[in-house]
């Protein structure tokens, strides 16, 4: 089994050191470099771009959403995750939409640490009930009659089935049971679901740049 | 509106100019009269005649010792004649023949007359058959026909008759060229006949379009009782402008007098309306009299009686009556400068003076050649009358105008008023909304948070401490902390999420504890009611009873199940662990999950399951827990 690289950003010291060391210990990942702030991880990213990028959103000199944005632009194959105290929907779903595929609770155990960062290198990616609501409400639009024809829904109706139950708590091993399906590939849905935002919200922003008259497409 | 005692300068101008045109208007309406009455100048004027008071149907013999000769213009009363009927003759000398047609003009005549020149009729005024014609309101009018005249002496006959009442008066009669005399009949025709009936139209105009303005608006009575007063004049130049009566003689006087008297009647009530003033007792008193001179008008018998009463008791009445108003606009003009009353004051005062003049003329102190004048003076009035309610008319609709506007800027005001109130209340409520949202997340975080980090500080302070019971309290904060934070995340009342949310928080537990789950959470619909505040106390009762399983009930599976009414959502906690009497934790942690349901208005039940324990939370959608 090939090793995995992963760059970890942190600031807080102590939980730098046992993610870092979380990382080392877990067969399959190598740590590429462990930085404390933005313009340390970016001088590292100039000698190579790691397979996973883990890191915080509030660094003392930016946010680590500029990290994860500049790691998915140079490399789609690079992975992002951020660390999260609470796992709140606004730090969570903002890093979402710029390239991440999930994220860790930094009190989270050794084990479920190290299970997700290789869950993400294997196609998959970790998900909370109030991120999959979130995520519900915004790529599957109210059905109201206004909206019904300009507004299609961007997911399909087996993701639409998998993100209702991880709302309600199941797992995702009772999922792939009550859908019959493997937990792989409940895995890979979710982060098939991510990508979607992802490359959703790319072109929102595209969209508000043009009308804006930031950038334009004749050019 | 009282000027005088408002003191303003325009009241002066506009008297003045009222009076300006009052004294214009009076001084061309004279020189029309003259100028319209004048009698010709280039005809022979006959004004010398024998007079035979005889009652014949051809002309008395010249030998009749009756004929006595007189000059014009000849008075019967003042001639001391009671008689009907009567002849003149005359002799007219002429050297030559007229070349061209020659025409007969008898300006005034009572009643009738039939006109004769070498015993052939050249015209007659009508009927002379009772009742007889009425031609004294009108010019008379003859062509001659070519060849009754030649030179030498020519023999001219007039036959008159005269109606009940009216003694006979013949005036000055011309004979002359037609191109001479036929302009100055029509002079006084249009004077007296053409003006008059234009006049009797219009007061009938005026009478429909104040009537219809009376019925718009009720409760002002002033048009009504205008619209009524100029119908009667109206009525009462129909007995000037008739000349072959269609009634009795005495029917038509009657009605003549009627309209006089009762003219004075309405102008009394108007003009009372119309100075707003109130004087039921003399308006009472005035009807009275007037019906009974008018049922004496119709009873009296004889013709004298009648025609005496008429002419001293009913006219003269009716002329004091007209002096009546005339002095009360006058009063009221002179207190108060209103425009208005000087305007009816100068309109009204040609009624009094034509009334005096004919009262004058009737009782022979002026010469009958006058004729009467009182029809000239109500178009007169009337016109006054007119302008002045249109005046009151558009000052009241200017007044309600300014009126409006006023209204609608306080509505204005009043709605921005109302608008600010509105506005200071919402952000009252807000600012109420927050600091209760404040104080509740104070205190949400004084109960979990705060108590754990108090009690870890105070572990950390003793010399006995615990590792792993130390990490266990700080754990629990975060715990808490991450509980506050999805409650506040929870704004739609999904207890489905709810559920969801905390069973992720709790994973690492229930993993870590090998205990197998039963996770058999349902559609639940959104519960609108449920805040934050209410969720977290569930959140914290589930977090409660799920750990008291964990810790203490050595079961080997938890089941949490979902289940919904109409009505409710049931949530069930259940074990198969040793049961709830069993366990030493029911004194402070089961003490703190009931205050927290009673605080979110929620039922719990805590039930021995036998094997194990159910805890079972019911939600009621439409808000608390009715007990």
């Known amino acids: 089994m090939s090793t995995s690289t992963v760059l970890l950003v942190e600031d807080d010291g102590h939980t730098r050191e046992r993610l870092a060391g979380i990382i080392e210990a877990t067969p399959g990942l190598s740590l590429l470099g462990a930085a404390e702030s933005l313009t340390s991880a970016r001088k590292i990213l100039k000698d190579g771009l790691p397979d996973v990028l883990l890191t915080d959103i509030g660094l003392p000199d930016g946010s680590g959403i500029e990290l994860i944005k500049q790691v998915r632009a140079n490399r789609v194959k690079s992975e992002a995750m951020v660390i999260s105290i609470f796992g709140d929907e606004y730090h969570v779903i903002a890093a979402l939409k710029a390239g991440a595929a999930g994220y860790i609770l930094k009190d989270g155990t050794t084990e479920l640490i190290g299970n997700a960062i290789l869950q993400l290198i294997d196609g998959g990616s970790p998900i909370s009930p109030p991120i999959a609501r979130h995520l519900l409400k915004q790529l599957q639009p109210e059905q109201s009659p206004d909206s019904a024809s300009n507004e299609p829904s961007l997911l399909s109706a087996r993701e639409v089935d998998v993100l209702t139950a991880v709302a309600k708590g199941y797992t995702y091993n009772e999922i792939a049971e009550m859908l019959n399906i493997s937990f792989h590939t409940v895995s890979s849905h979710v982060k098939h679901i991510y990508r979607k935002l992802e490359v959703n919200s790319r072109s929102e922003a595209v969209f508000e740049a043009v009308s804006l008259g930031i950038i334009s497409l004749d050019g | ?627």
């Open chain 2, 1 to 627: 509106m009282n000027y005088r005692q408002q003191n303003r300068p325009f009241p002066l101008v506009k008297t003045l100019l009222i009076l300006f045109f009052a004294v214009a208007a009076s001084i061309s309406v004279v020189s029309y009269y003259k100028y319209a009455i004048a009698p010709p100048t280039d005809a022979l004027v006959i004004d010398q005649l024998h007079f035979n008071p005889a009652d014949t149907l051809e002309p008395p013999q010249d030998a009749d010792s009756s004929w006595g000769e007189l000059f014009l213009p000849h008075d019967w009363r003042d001639a001391g004649l009671s008689g009907m009927h009567g002849w003149y003759a005359t002799d007219l000398e002429l050297n030559v023949p007229p070349n061209r047609l020659w025409g007969f003009y008898i300006p005034r005549i009572t009643s009738n007359v039939l006109v004769y020149i070498n015993d052939e009729v050249i015209g007659q005024g009508g009927r002379f058959r009772d009742p007889v014609a009425r031609n004294w309101g009108r010019p008379l009018y003859f062509s001659i026909p070519n060849g009754v005249i030649h030179s030498g002496n020519n023999r001219i006959h007039l036959q008159v008759k005269t109606a009940t009442g009216s003694p006979g008066y013949l005036g000055p009669v011309y004979i002359g060229p037609e191109e001479d005399l036929r302009p100055v009949y029509q002079r006084a025709y249009r004077l007296r006949v053409t003006i008059v009936e234009s006049a009797t139209t219009s007061l009938l105009l005026v009478a429909v379009l104040m009537a219809g303005l009376w019925l718009t608006r009720r409760k002002d009575a002033l048009p009504f009782w205008f619209a009524l007063m100029c119908a009667v004049w109206a009525l009462h130049n129909v007995y000037l402008l008739v000349t072959e009566i269609p009634v009795s003689e005495r029917a038509w006087e009657c009605l003549r007098y009627m309209t006089l008297g009762w003219f004075s009647v309405l102008l009394v009530i108007s003009m009372h309306r119309f100075l707003d003033l109130k004087h039921r007792a003399i308006e009472y008193s005035i009807f009275a009299i007037a019906l009974i001179g008018s049922v004496l008008l119709c009873l009296i018998p004889g013709d004298e009686d009648f025609f005496h009463f008429v002419n001293w008791a009913w006219i003269s009445g009716s002329l004091a009556l007209g002096a009546y108003p005339a002095l009360r606009v006058t009063i009221a003009w002179w207190r108060s400068w209103n425009p208005e009353y000087l305007i009816a004051m100068c309109t009204g005062l040609p009624i009094l003076l034509a009334g005096t003049h004919d009262w004058l003329r009737i009782h022979g102190y002026i010469a009958r050649e006058q004729g009467y004048l009182i029809q000239y003076s109500a178009p007169v009035f009337m016109l006054g009358f007119t302008i002045v309610l249109l005046i009151r008319y558009a000052r009241s609709l200017n007044e309600s105008e300014a009126l409006t506007h006023t209204l609608e800027a306080r509505v204005e005001s009043k709605r921005l008023q109302l608008e600010s109130n509105y506005q200071k209340m919402q952000a009252l409520e807000r600012e109420r909304v927050l600091s209760g949202e404040r104080e509740r997340i104070m205190r949400d975080m004084h109960d979990g948070v705060g108590g754990h980090l108090v009690s870890a500080l105070a572990m950390s302070d003793s010399h006995t401490l615990e590792p792993k019971k130390f990490k266990e309290i700080l754990s629990n904060a975060l715990m808490d902390l991450r509980l506050m934070i999805d409650s506040m995340d929870q704004t739609e009342g999904d207890l489905a999420s709810v559920l969801g949310t905390l069973r992720s928080r709790l994973q690492p537990a229930l993993e870590k504890s090998g205990i197998e789950v039963n996770w058999m959470v349902g559609d639940i619909p959104a519960i609108a009611t449920l805040g934050p505040g209410r969720i977290l106390q569930i959140m914290r009762i589930l977090q409660e009873a799920i750990t008291n399983v964990l810790k203490h009930s050595g079961a080997r599976t938890l089941t949490v199940t979902t289940d919904k009414t109409d009505e409710i959502v049931v949530i069930d906690i259940s074990d198969n662990g040793i049961g709830i009497m069993e366990t030493d934790s029911k004194g402070h942690g089961l003490q703190n999950m009931r205050h927290r349901a009673k605080k979110a208005g929620i039922d719990l039940k805590i039930q021995d399951a036998k094997p194990g324990t159910r805890v079972r939370i019911t939600i009621f959608l439409n808000g608390m827990d009715p007990q």
